[in-house]
């Protein structure tokens, strides 16, 4: 039942940077782990990044360790995926998600937006 509407993709080359917004819906967004997934063409949905409801427990996937930076911003109801040193391998769309139980740092993603494109050209 939670909205999510993801922004910030676009066509970039490799090396650049992009911050990806997801903006939510509802008044327990604050309470809630959200995520970032990307899928690439032919490819299946895998997982990028979480932040906990508090902002102070994060987790990447090895891939983006060290380019990517999750963070979130309660009082606007949004979270950001800032990303950095881009790479073709990087395009995909990205998803931002929520997991419902209140609190819980780790579940099922039970709500998702539609996606923004991420194109990283060589």
């Known amino acids: 039942q939670v909205q999510l509407a993801e922004s910030g993709g676009g066509l970039v080359q490799a090396g650049a940077s992009l911050r990806l917004s997801c903006a939510a819906s509802?008044?327990?967004?604050?309470?809630?782990?959200m995520g970032w997934f990307r899928q690439a063409p032919g490819k299946e949905r895998v997982f990028v990044s979480r932040?906990?409801?508090?902002?102070?427990?994060?987790y990447y996937a090895d891939s983006v360790k060290g380019r990517c930076t999750i963070s979130r911003d309660n009082a606007k109801n949004t979270v950001y995926l800032q990303m950095t040193s881009l790479k073709p391998e990087d395009t995909a769309v990205y998803y931002c998600?929520?997991?419902?139980?209140?609190?819980?740092?780790?579940?099922?993603?039970?709500?998702w937006g539609q996606g923004t494109q991420v194109t990283v050209s060589s």
């Open positions: 998600a929520a997991v419902p139980t209140p609190y819980a740092i780790t579940g099922e993603y039970a709500s």
């Open positions: 932040i906990n409801w508090s902002g102070v427990s994060t």
């Open positions: 509802g008044r327990t967004f604050s309470s809630r782990t």
